[in-house]
């Protein structure tokens, strides 16, 4: 096509674009319905439901705001980075359709007969279908005050597994969506953490059951619209018998008193057709390079890990990094023996509240002899709005949010041959 041609191609193209008339319930609906609404619907975790015409044309410009700048839906790793099997984003084109409708007016449109359904708030059923499953709940369910101030709690869930299971998905049973807003699960199998159950996060007692060295520091890590975590076929996660699972709870903050009583479901699979069980690696305050981890008051200093060289060649599931409310940003790669970069995870603007398990979209091949690296910045100074000490302090490592942690943890199997598809 010659240049001409083109120019005019283009001018018909956009031409057509500008005259397409976009409305609520032919264009913009089915976005918010595969994007928005599992968290935007009455009961849902999200400020408002965006289930109506009503409740969208009246929010239309801040609507077409937040998506514009990518931060709704929510998921804050670099995409040009690392992809993933379960990222979350509008696509550009999604995004001018939005945008291209407000400018039009935010107009209804023909009512559609398929209005938009609303999923149902707090569904409990198991998810994965023709999987047998064990579930434990918490023991009683906890009264989360009406005070409006954010609560974090610890419970203990003992399984009372009498032999070892194999976990092909972890599924998080939310109690009440609307004030649960992420958790963490680890493991214990020395039984000393069960003083812990019903705990608040702040609880002096707390830094003593820190120092058990658990099982799993982050079996899963749940929040919103991350329900269930699936192992690659032919892989599982070992959960020994005794294990005690160990629940830490956000509460997001109420004006009014709600019961939560949630849970975590494990689909088993016999351990015949585990080929590979899944092992978890976690890189923490010892892998630190530059120690130690303290971040005085008023600084905004860089921590960096290093670990490695590796001794297997592996292959790489997921990648979930974790620090708290001082955060920054956070990366990292792993860089093979030749020097090959392997990107994993960058978040230039970390977001306490939506921490997630990244999944790679295949196995990531890792060879034997590769060293893994991470860069965290953080922000200890009084301007930093997220600082939960004011004034600022110094700031040490601890589980509580108001103290730091920098975290780097990678479900794994051992590598073989075709996992990574180039
Ligand atoms: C995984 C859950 C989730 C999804 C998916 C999601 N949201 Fe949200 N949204 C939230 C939560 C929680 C908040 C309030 C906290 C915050 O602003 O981060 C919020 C806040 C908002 C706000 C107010 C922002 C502000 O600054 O007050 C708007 C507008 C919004 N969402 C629109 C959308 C749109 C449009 C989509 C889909 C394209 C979407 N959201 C998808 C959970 C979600």
Known sequence: MNLRLLGIFLLISSWCFSQKKITYYADVAPILQNNCVECHHVGGIGPFPLTTYENVAKRAKFIAKVTDSRYMPPFRADLSFQRYANERGLTAEEINTIGEWVKQGAKPGKVSKKSIAEKRAGKLEPTLVGTSWLEFDMANSYEVKGTGKEDFRYFNLPTHLEKDVYVKAIEFKVGNRKVLHHSRLMTDTTRTMRGIDGMAEADPRVAEFQKTPLEEQFLYGWVPGNDRIDFPRGTAKRIRAGTDLLLNMHYAPSSIDEQDRSGVRFYLTDSASVEREVRTLTLTESDITNQPFVLPAETKPTFYMSYGPTQQDVSLISVLPHMHFLGKTFRAFAITAGGELIPLVKID???????????????????????????????????????????????????????????????????REGDTKK
């Not at 509240?353 to 953080?378: C, K």
């Open 349 to 415: 603007e970390w977001d306490y509240n939506w921490q997630m398990t990244y999944q790679f979209r295949e196995l990531l091949h890792l060879p034997r002899g590769s060293t893994i690296i991470a860069e965290a910045t953080y922000d200890n100074t009084s301007q930093n709005p997220e600082n939960p000490n004011q004034p600022a302090r110094e700031v040490t490592y601890g589980w509580d949010s108001t103290s730091e942690m920098m975290n780097l943890v990678l479900y794994y199997v051992p590598a």
